[in-house]
């Protein structure tokens, strides 16, 4: 990035001096095209970093939303009488919840999976739930 911002102001006194010096025509050409090729490479490489940046921001966006869905999958369970929450693991992964683990009838792994699904942000649910045998 220091490169970029020492590319473009170089390239523009390097022009005004070769113009204020009374150069030949073809030198100050030469001289523009050379300013007018650093400014493009100095935009094409600003475009690159934004490009990154701005997929970096979204990864990012995406952990936090899965943790942030996970949080919220596990505090419906938490709330329901029913279901023992620490029993049943929760993971989430693009928005695709995983539940795990084990519960007392085959009733309790329907009732994990639908309250799952009221939550928002879940795209599908993946049910490993199992019924816990004595």
């Known amino acids: 990035m220091k490169n970029f ?24 050409e030469k001289a523009e ?20 940046t701005e997929k970096k921001a979204e990864d990012a966006g995406e952990y936090v939303d899965d943790a942030v869905i996970t949080t919220k999958v596990k505090a419906v369970i938490f709330e329901d009488d029913n ?3 620490m029993d049943i693991n929760v993971e989430t992964n693009n928005g695709i ?3 795990s683990g084990f ?4 009733a309790d792994i329907d009732t994990a999976e639908n309250l799952a699904a009221t ?7 993946e049910n490993d739930i199992q019924v816990r045998k004595d």
């Open 119 to 125: 939550v928002k942000g879940v795209k599908d649910i």
């Open 5 to 28: 911002k020492m590319a473009l102001p170089a390239s523009l006194i390097a022009l005004s001096m070769l113009t204020i010096s009374g150069c030949s025509e073809a030198e100050t």
């Open 97 to 99: 919840v995983q539940l």
């Open 33 to 52: 095209s050379k300013a007018e090729n650093a400014m493009q490479e100095t935009e094409d490489k600003a475009q690159e970093a934004k490009s990154y």
């Open 103 to 106: 519960v007392e009838d085959e």
């Open 83 to 85: 279901l023992s929450s």
